[in-house]
């Protein structure tokens, strides 16, 4: 007899559909089932702004029907069972589409268990937490000399937090990705260290790197598990990029109050109040960094509208910023092998993004925190809406392009060592 819901997970390329049945005494519980299947990719990834509540795409799922036009059987019979569990993998999808299941008991309870949804995502584009902290050991493993692998704090599900130092550990410029859980992490982190390692080993002599690639990791794991939206809070429903202790308050940003629970820009019941948020401040007080730059945009990649909220125009570093995010602008733009062509309109800084014009700018950021603490420039990086990156909202970027912007990414890196190098 099935028993409570049914799940899906994306793996490999595959969807995998699996669920409970249980018996009573003495009666067989694998009862044969039928497994229906429905191409939905009208589930699209996000909708508007990214602070918009996904909610709406949970009542789509859930409104859809067994009766539907579009829905097929695509298994009927029993399926192998162990532990109370039954699973079915499907084969038969294509990366990019969205998936929604049901399974129907062909017993006499007759039970249905779904409509359930599952995106198939490219997995060399989006990478689990397996993934990463196997591309960090290999890395650490590759160049001993250069790379220190450290952990700082773990994740609300007891997940361990790992980050990467490289180079010098004195002057550091520091990277962190995916605060928010569908948004820019290691698979362009880790792939712009691995430029940057490549092409200027004697640049890293004189400022280092330091990454945390993932900060929001247990989150991620839905997206990487197939969740069809854009996924932003931590597993305890908190926005990690609202929860640091710099102006800790109430705000609106995207039109929502950060202190009520089911927003999606709740900030926590106080500040730095999430095991994620204080592993990042543990990171950022270990490297002290010359620069720290936020990866963060609805995507899996990110460009060059660098964003340093919180920093108003007297402040101590204003000027600073501004010269290296110019810098940063600059070497992403700029024309090199291997990058592919870039269009988009010309950014100045400090950006204005119309989305806080009315509603004020996000509090309790993580570069707004590190600034206040270190007057480092720190910076969020977003969408520069090129027509290439396509990178507003969007989940389906494909790999060559994800390639072609973390080297982008690089070189920018670069530009900025080299200004910190000449610096005393
Ligand atoms: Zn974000």
């Not at 270190?374 to 909202?393: H, I, V």
Request: net charge negative; glycine share 8%; aromatic share 12%.
């Amino acid at each position: 007899m099935l028993k409570g819901k049914l799940y899906t997970q994306a793996v490999n390329g595959r969807v995998r559909v699996y669920f409970m049945q249980q018996g009573m005494p003495g009666e067989d519980p694998n009862t044969p089932v039928r497994i229906y299947r429905k191409l939905a990719d009208t589930i699209s990834f996000s909708f508007g702004m990214a602070g918009d509540a996904m909610g709406n795409w949970v009542e789509y799922i859930d409104n859809m029907k067994l009766t539907d036009p579009g829905v097929t059987c695509v298994f009927e019979g029993q399926l192998p069972y162990a532990y109370t569990f039954c699973e079915y993998m499907d084969a038969d999808v294509e990366i990019g589409h969205c998936y929604v299941y049901w399974v129907v008991s062909q017993g006499a309870d007759n039970t249905v268990l779904g409509p359930t949804a599952c995106r198939v995502r490219d997995p060399e584009v989006w990478w689990g937490h397996k993934r990463t902290v196997a591309e960090l050991e290999k890395l650490a493993a590759e160049y001993p000399d250069l790379i220190e692998m450290k952990q700082y704090g773990e994740t609300t599900m007891h997940r361990p937090m790992y980050a990467l130092h490289i180079g010098n550990r004195k002057k550091v410029v520091a990277v962190a990705g995916a605060v928010h859980a569908s948004e820019p992490g290691p698979e362009l982190l880790v792939r712009a260290v691995r430029h940057i390692i490549k092409m200027r080993p004697d640049l890293l002599d004189k400022v280092g790197l330091a990454m945390l690639p993932t900060i929001n990791i247990d989150v991620r794991e839905e997206t990487v598990n197939g969740t069809p939206h854009y996924l932003r809070k931590n597993h305890n429903g908190v926005d990690l990029n609202r929860n640091f202790p710099w102006e800790w308050k109430e705000d609106f940003v995207y039109g929502v109050s950060n202190t009520i629970p089911e927003s999606s820009t709740y900030h926590g019941p106080y500040a730095g109040s999430e095991n994620e948020s204080r592993a990042a401040m543990a990171f950022v007080d270990a490297v002290v960094p010359a620069a720290l730059f936020v990866y963060d945009s609805s995507s899996v990649i990110t460009e060059d509208t660098l964003l340093f909220d919180g920093e108003p125009a007297d402040g101590p570093s204003y000027d600073y910023a501004n010269v290296v995010a110019n810098i940063y602008s600059k070497g992403f733009r700029a024309d090199h092998p291997g990058c592919g062509t870039f269009t988009a309109a010309p950014v100045s800084f400090p950006p204005e993004l119309d989305c806080f014009a009315e509603t004020g700018k996000p509090t309790a950021t993580f570069e707004g925190w590190a600034y206040y603490k270190y007057f480092c420039p720190a910076f969020s990086l977003q969408s520069s809406n090129s027509k290439e990156g396509c990178c507003n909202d969007d989940d389906q970027v494909p790999l060559e392009r994800l390639e072609q912007w973390s080297l982008r990414h690089a070189y920018a890196l670069i530009a900025v060592m080299e200004f910190l190098a000449k610096e005393a």
